[in-house]
């Protein structure tokens, strides 16, 4: 489900331009919560708010996506085989750019990771996919 290794850039020290490389399963599903979410909850309490508000199983092969008013921590749960992860990224400066459709929004695991990235996501366009029958 999670893959998580340090990657260098020059030189040995983490903060000289070392990151953390984490990536998810690309199969995995992704839900974002569109309202902000009190970050006093933890495990239970976004374990709960994923069955009563939207409607989902918490213990389903999926990544679930809060945040809170201020946008600049957003907060991952999943579950994995035998317990829950909780993880927790907050922008030292800047905002995460958050959808504003439907009150659940489901993303793809490369999406996730835009956002993760600093990417607003809703800007983003792709070129549309083709297919060919013949050449000419």
Request: proline residues 3%.
């Amino acid at each position: 489900m999670w893959r998580a290794r340090w990657c260098l850039g020059q030189g040995d020290d983490r903060s000289a331009g070392g990151a953390l490389m984490f990536r998810l399963d690309e199969g995995l599903k992704v839900y974002l919560h569109r309202e902000a979410v009190d970050f006093r909850k933890n495990i239970n309490g976004l374990a709960a708010l994923v069955e009563q508000s939207l409607g989902l199983d918490p213990f389903a092969r999926a990544v679930y996506v809060f945040r809170n008013r201020r946008a600049d921590p957003i907060k991952l749960l999943g579950w994995d085989r035998n317990g829950f992860w909780l993880l927790l990224k907050r922008l030292e400066q800047d905002r995460f750019s958050w959808p504003r459709e439907a009150a659940v929004a489901t993303l793809t695991v490369e999406q996730l990771h835009w956002l993760l990235d600093g990417i607003d996501i809703a800007a983003v366009r792709r070129h549309p996919q083709r297919e060919y029958l013949r050449v000419g």
